[in-house]
């Protein structure tokens, strides 16, 4: 196999190089992670911590990486668990942003149109298990053996949640018209 198209090494805590490789991964990946954790979570701070918890474990986690697939699948599969463990805490602890935190979570209205603040603000109001679906399957172009694989449910649950996230975003944007 060439160098260009072999994965680079796994990245090993105690390898003298462990911290190139884990920098390499980074600025490969963060930014893809940044972008699933916003999707998913809806906010700005939320998705931010997802890209620092997971590459700040990701020493640790990397010992369940079993070289099977692309490294960047797996860490995009992280993500998705992380930010989805993210909206369960955050439910569950009934967290409500203050001092303008709320402000921080869409971006200038200069930056994006107003149908995509509508699709984001409908997007927030969907059950997370519906908007994890959605958001994998449309957005970032899962499979749904993907989707599965990554929520750990049946491809049949995936295509049941696509069809249930797409009917009530289909009301929430009706709604909102």
């Known amino acids: 196999m060439s160098s260009l198209t072999a994965p680079p090494p796994t990245p090993c805590v105690t390898d003298p190089g462990a911290a190139d490789r884990l920098r390499e991964l980074y600025h490969q990946h963060a930014a893809d992670v940044y ?26 986690a990397i010992r369940g990486y079993r070289e099977r697939g692309r490294m960047g699948a797996w860490i995009r599969t992280v993500a998705t668990r992380m930010s989805l463990n993210r909206l369960r805490w955050r439910r569950r602890r009934h967290e409500v942003p203050i001092d303008g935190a709320a402000a921080e979570a869409v971006p200038c209205a200069a930056e994006r149109s107003i149908d995509t603040i509508d699709v984001q603000r409908a ?42 996230a797409r009917e009530e975003m289909r009301q929430i944007l009706t709604r909102q018209s």
């Open 35 to 60: 972008r699933i954790a916003y999707r998913l979570t809806g906010s700005v701070p939320d998705a931010e911590d997802v890209v620092q918890d997971l590459f700040v474990g990701l020493p640790e």
């Open 123 to 164: 997007l927030d109001l969907l059950p997370h298990t519906l908007r994890a679906v959605l958001v994998l399957r449309e957005i970032e172009g899962y499979s749904h053996a993907e989707i599965a694989r990554a929520l750990g449910i049946r491809v049949g649950a995936s295509k049941v949640r696509l069809h249930r």
